[in-house]
């Protein structure tokens, strides 16, 4: 069955139980349900579709048993935010299409010029599509950094007032984009559109959304209260610095014995260190290896991924869905690594510094072909 369905010859699977987790197919876009799900087999049945492959944009579920509310309920355990909307009428895309085009932050050519620059035949250019956006997010920025400086330092109610009713509607604007994105994604499944500006609008809107951060004003953290209860010791690497003779000089060439670090241990004690600090569980050094080599692993497995690893920094990577491919590959991995998975999907810090170690891993990764 499985080496079958890996051909040409056969596209559609019906199964009835045993596929439903364990299955490994990154070619799977699509999935027609007909039964109950819930808990834990929800989550790795749907994930079955999470694989990457190389052409492969989008997936697609039909659910014709399960609510909205069961299968968000599902879910949420393992994300820290999970959203499902129920969408029925296909005349909602152009409601919400007209909804954006009246609004302050971009307008019909910047749609224009982004569509000029990503509807090519060749690969589209980073920088060129983050030329487009610019000034869309520099205006989104702008007015939100201002609504916010207003709202910290308002004296006047009126002024306060006003700050507070933009930025709930930049905040609205903000959601509007996520659920254009999501519907047309949707509908465009089951409804031909045939709308090239649609079409135009899903793709800046879609680039769009992550560029859009927020911008907030901290107070500066009191920590005159805070005590130390508890401190935790790693091990880095252990030296043994020998001088032989008396009142030797150090001489250039091999002072002291010491020897040329090797490269390979030294990113091995990296991972270590920033795994222990990342994850809170009783974890041994030996688990953390593992679940980062496993994480290394199912990501190089990703062409899109290891080519942002080869030509993007570490900053560039993270903006360019580096962290999206992870969780899929953090979902990929939860029956072996059920107790980390947990912590990195329930907490963002985790993920931040973990996305970090595995780029370091994958750097390490792609310089060792490049130089075999």
């Known amino acids: 069955m499985r080496k079958a369905f890996d051909t040409d010859e056969y596209n559609v699977m019906l199964v009835a139980n045993k596929f439903q ?6 070619k799977l876009v699509a999935m027609y349900v007909d039964k109950k799900l819930g808990g834990v087999d929800c989550v790795q049945t749907l994930s079955r579709l999470n694989r990457t492959y190389a052409g492969k944009e989008q997936t697609f579920i039909l659910d014709f048993y399960n609510e909205v509310e069961e299968i968000k309920e599902a879910f949420e355990p393992y994300y820290k935010s999970t959203e499902l909307e129920d969408v029925t009428d296909p005349n909602m895309v152009y409601d919400l299409e007209d909804k954006l085009q009246n609004n302050a932050i971009f307008t019909a050519y910047d749609v224009e010029q982004f569509a000029l620059v990503f509807f090519v035949r060749e690969k589209p250019s980073q920088a060129k599509m983050t030329s487009a956006l610019k000034p869309a997010v520099d205006k989104y920025k702008a007015r939100y950094k201002q609504c916010v400086e207003v709202i910290a330092n308002a004296n006047d109610k009126f002024e306060l007032k006003e700050a507070n009713e933009e930025k709930a509607r930049l905040d609205i604007f903000k959601k509007d984009l996520v659920t254009f994105v999501r519907m047309y994604e949707f509908l465009s499944q089951i409804v031909n559109y045939e709308d090239v500006d649609l079409e135009k609008l899903w793709a800046f809107v879609k680039h769009l959304i992550p ?16 005590e130390l209860t508890h401190y935790k010791l790693h091990k880095h690497d252990e030296v043994n610095i020998a001088l032989s003779g008396e009142d030797n000089e150090l001489k250039s060439g091999n002072p002291g014995g010491a020897v040329a670090r090797d490269p390979e241990k ?7 260190s920033e795994m222990n600090a990342l994850f809170e569980g009783n974890f041994t050094d030996n688990d953390m290896l593992s679940y980062a080599r496993t994480l290394k692993s199912k990501m190089a497995e990703n062409s899109k991924v290891m080519e942002q690893v080869a030509n993007n920094s570490q900053e560039q990577a993270m903006m360019g869905g580096f962290k999206e ?10 029956e072996i690594h059920q107790a980390q998975a947990e912590e990195v999907l329930s907490e963002e810090k985790i993920m931040e510094g973990l996305a970090k170690v595995i780029y370091r891993m994958l750097k390490a990764e792609n310089f060792r072909h490049k130089k075999n």
């Open 211 to 226: 560029n859009l951060k927020e911008y907030e004003t901290r107070e500066p953290i009191d920590i005159s209260m805070v």
């Open 266 to 272: 030294e990113l091995l004690s990296y991972v270590v």
């Open 21 to 26: 987790t364990g299955f490994d197919q990154p």
């Open 325 to 334: 491919s992870m969780v899929s590959a953090i979902i990929d991995s939860m």
